[in-house]
């Protein structure tokens, strides 16, 4: 299917449009709107803010017009810590069309999707740039002096534990799906850095390392101090420092919603009712015994009640809290991922989830500022993602959930983790790919979606493998390392490991494949992509302009004064046309543009680029950057 898109006003929260990304309460920030040529003539341009909520209009002025496009600027006064705005263009017919995050329309629009400017401390300058590799402990690898080992042969294992070798399948059903245990330890971790660093990797999350009765340490039974069987505090204090020094930070996995129901806050609430742990939950006198609440009915996962003053001093709030501690030295953790972020802090009528968010992040600041938080939210999370302490998402609405759509097989199984209504993945063509996606990117401010997780897959869900459509997996990675947000390796899907859901996702690292016929081109390709990545860092803090969008295939630029990046994601034989002037200085002629990935083909005249792919495939190219005016050219 041939598509051409026409041409449109374009702004976004890059550094092209917006003169600051972290403005201060009451900064005037400069925004920039570039219109085509082809736009017709206006009479009236300029933002639509509401701050206050009392809609206010700031005239804009054209402060330059390069490459057939016109740049105007209008000045926005910050006045709440989330100042939403709009543009208002006025044609000389008489038309009038808004522009928000969702794009042009016609009709008035709603605030949600107004552009953001965030007042509030904003993510650590190098989150945008990040590259994460997601470790579940258990399974990635065993250093030579495994506790696992040297327990099993003495026979003092936890009781709870079933031992396995580590060539053994996972057992996705219970126990043994959480029971289960193959002995992977942190310095096994630690071990395997160098692999890390080969792929690109600069952040490293680890899932749960606190003791707990599982294999996935989402049960803890303390916040004080790194599982023995992970080889305790000393193994992540050695991983951590061997990491720095190879450039790659280290993040934490914490459970505010809920601890394990053998966590020692939990026994001693349940064996004295006068204990000042038993406000820490939320119990309930019911007929034949006591209950408490828990995460989804789960009884070994007891629900935290946040209206409890010590709680809050224990786990989040201070230089003694659980926070705090692991991000100071001996540890120095690099930040903390939030799981069940989207539910901590609410049941029923209550909700505290602002208050423990805003409390986590403001430890952190004083504890040690130059680290991240990221929290879990499974759905639509943009309400509690507005720059007040979240600084991205991991979450599935704007990037997993439309890709798989898109680019698995149709009728796959939806599996688990994804949160699909359905028993199989809706089919989805690029248009509503791409609509989705806009969608709910557009409830985040600009810096969140930079700082957002694009995961193929997590150990939550099945991995995108098992029933992606043949030749698909280059072009889901390439669309997790070029569109806006921090790109995720789940450890195992360089391997191409499959998994029909979280639980057989967890599978051990099959270490001493890598130079196999199935591996090696896997392995080369993340390489590959990952390297684009790191390469090109306008595809981390570049702003977005969507080109051309069909059935089976969509292109995008991510752009800056310095470079211009053109994707094009194909899944299978495409040709896309779009506007010539799209491409700015580089309209008219390949000559400019330099190929970086993939072997789609590009053809470009004075008035038409085509984009064409023979088959399922990830394409990019290089072009010179956009021909802006300078800031000081502005307005003052």
Known sequence: MTLSTPLAPHHDGSPLHVSTAAPSLGETVRVRLRVPKSFGPLIWVGTRSNPNREPRFDEASVVGAADGWQWWEAVVEVENPVHGYRWLLVGADGRQHWLNQLGLSSLETRDHDDFRLVAHEPAPEWAASSVMYQVFPDRFAKSGTAPFDRLRAAGELPEWAIAADWDEPVDPVYPGRSKQLFGGDLDGVREKLDHL?????????????????????????????????????????????????????????????????????????????????????????????????????????????????????????????????????????????????????????????????????RTMLEASPDTILLGESTNDAASDFQGDAWHGAMTYTPFTRPLWSWLLEPGSPAGGGLGFALQQVPTLTGGEFHAAHTRFAAGFPWRTRLATMNALDTHDTPRFATH????????????????????????????????????????????????????????????????????????????????????????????????????FAARSTATLEFDAAALGAAAGSTDAAAPLFGQARLEASADRVMLEASGTGFAAWSLPGVSAPSWQAGIA
Do not use: C
């Open 197 to 361: 660093a080969s792929l690109g990797v600069d952040l490293l999350y680890l899932t749960p390392v606190f003791p707990a009765r599982s294999n996935h340490r989402y049960d803890a039974t303390t916040f004080d101090l790194v599982d023995p069987l992970l080889g305790g505090d000393e193994a992540l204090v050695r991983l951590v420092e061997a990491a720095h020094a190879r450039g790659i930070r280290v993040i934490g996995d914490l459970t505010s919603n809920h601890s394990g129901d053998a966590h020692e806050w939990f026994r001693a609430a349940q064996a004295d009712p006068a204990a000042p742990e038993r406000e820490f939950y939320f119990f309930r006198d019911e007929e034949g015994g006591e209950g408490y609440e828990s995460w989804l009915g789960v009884p070994s996962l007891p629900k935290f009640d946040w209206s409890s003053a010590e709680l809050r001093r224990r786990f989040i709030e201070g230089p003694d809290s659980v926070v705090a501690r692991f991000l100071a030295l001996p540890f120095g953790l690099d930040g903390w991922r939030i799981d069940v972020a989207n539910m901590t802090g609410r049941l029923g009528s209550a909700d505290l989830n602002a208050e423990v968010r805003q409390t986590i992040r």
């Open 468 to 567: 992606a459509r043949a030749g698909a997996v280059p072009v889901a990675l390439g669309l997790a390392v070029a569109l806006p947000g921090i790109p995720v390796v789940w450890a195992g899907d360089e391997f191409g490991l499959t998994g029909e859901d979280g639980e057989a996702s967890r599978t051990p690292m099959p270490w001493g494949s890598e130079t196999s016929p199935e591996v090696a081109p896997v392995l080369e390709t993340y390489r590959s992509l990952l390297r684009l990545r790191r390469e090109h860092p306008v595809l981390a803090t570049g702003g977005i302009r969507w080109l051309a969008v069909g059935d089976d295939a969509v292109a995008f630029v991510r752009e800056s004064v310095d470079e211009t990046v053109l994707v």
